[in-house]
């Protein structure tokens, strides 16, 4: 008996055994055959991710598809045909159509490359004689004008430019640029069949930002030029009219501005300054005539000296023989003289009947709230002798 219990107790255990068994069998074989599926291997899954990335770009790409009809003059059409995230600027004469120009859409790519391709076509317009296509072109910090000869398909872009226009008879073609971000200010004037540049804006006329205007009138043949200085504190502004007379080829230039004016007789001379600077007007002491804020004017007696003479010892006392000053010719009002500068000092000095003016400033100074230098070069083009 106890061996017959023994045994039943063994078969017992025994088909315990194999119900585990066959229980743990089926988990791992489902498990194996359903559930494996979920795992991924890495690169698939990378490989999932620019698949999905490409069916986004394709998916944008179809819905950005489309022709937009920009000109419309007898059998001449300028379209931009957008397909792929590419657009192009078509000139279509006679149904025969031919690219200008073209570039990306949107920056959809994530490509650092691709974010310079991108660009906006704007201002699209015919010249008067319908010869040339003027468009606008611009993208991620940047923007031109250019200017295309339909006939010969020629091209001539403008960087930075906001005008470009050509004379009723097409012969002249003006520009003007005033782009802070870039950095490129003009005015100029071209020869429209050959591009050569005849008249170029100084750029003592528009300093800092460039011109703000141009145009031209018909009536007297000139080109305009209309040159705003930003470069005087609170936004104040002189005003430069530069006026190119297309027939006889002269300038003339007028000056317009909302600065003050400080006049000396007893010393002989005027200048100009912004309002803002008005506070800081002192009166000076010595041989210190008048001093705006940082800017100092003073008279000395040349005497005996010569100017010459009277400058080499200036130097010397401005430490030029150890740091190698040269001073600079300059013209103040028709008179020359010289412009020092050394480490953050700079010191014009100007001889009229044995008396040597002398206008200076740091290179580091505010000016009444402004860049100095901006402000001390504009104050010199106003100084004036009365007599």
């Known amino acids: 008996m106890p061996f017959i219990t023994q ?11 194999i119900l585990v068994a066959a229980i743990s069998g089926s988990f791992i074989f489902v498990y194996w055959n359903g559930y494996r599926k979920e795992i991924v291997n890495l690169n698939n899954f990378s490989e999932i991710k620019n698949q999905q990335r490409k069916n986004e770009i394709k998916n944008q790409e179809k819905e950005m598809a489309k022709i937009e009809e920009k000109i419309s003059d007898g059998n001449l059409r300028v379209v931009i045909k957008i397909s792929n995230n590419q657009q192009s600027l078509i000139l279509a004469e006679n149904e025969k159509e031919k690219i200008i120009d073209s570039c990306l859409v949107k920056y959809i790519t994530k490509k650092i490359e691709d974010l310079a391709k991108v660009c906006t076509y704007n201002d699209l317009s015919l010249s008067p004689q319908k ?59 071209y020869n429209t069949k050959s591009l050569e540049e005849i008249y170029s804006v100084p750029e003592e006329y528009f300093n800092a930002h460039g011109i703000g205007e141009c145009s031209y009138d018909k009536n007297s043949n000139v080109i305009i030029f209309n040159s705003i200085d930003f470069s005087v504190p609170t936004r104040e502004t002189m005003r430069h009219i530069i006026e190119y007379d297309l027939g006889t080829k002269k300038v003339e230039i007028t000056t317009y501005s909302d600065w003050k004016t400080y006049r000396n007789a007893n010393y002989g001379f005027e200048l100009k300054y912004p309002t803002a600077c008005e506070n800081f007007l002192k009166t000076g002491e010595g041989n210190e005539i008048v001093s705006i804020n940082t800017i100092k004017f003073s008279i000395l007696n040349l005497e005996d000296a010569s100017f010459s003479d009277f400058m080499d010892k200036a130097i010397k006392e401005s430490g030029g ?17 010289f412009d020092l500068r050394w480490d953050d000092s700079r010191v014009i000095y100007i001889e009229k009947n044995k008396k040597i003016y002398k206008i200076s400033a740091g290179y580091g100074d505010l000016i009444c709230g402004a860049i100095g230098m901006d402000v001390f070069d504009t104050i010199l083009s106003t100084f004036k002798f009365l007599n």
């Open 131 to 189: 010869n040339y296509l003027i468009y606008g072109k611009s993208g991620f910090e940047w923007g031109s004008i250019s200017l295309y000869n339909i006939k010969t398909g020629e091209k001539k872009e403008f960087p930075s430019a906001h005008i470009v226009r050509l004379t009723e008879d097409e012969k002249y073609l003006f520009a003007c640029a005033g782009d802070d971000f870039a950095g490129e200010y003009y005015g100029k004037i």
């Open 7 to 17: 045994g039943k107790a063994n078969i017992k255990y025994l088909l315990i055994v």
């Open 321 to 337: 023989d150890t740091y190698n000053i040269a001073p600079k010719n300059i013209s103040i009002d028709g008179r020359d003289g």
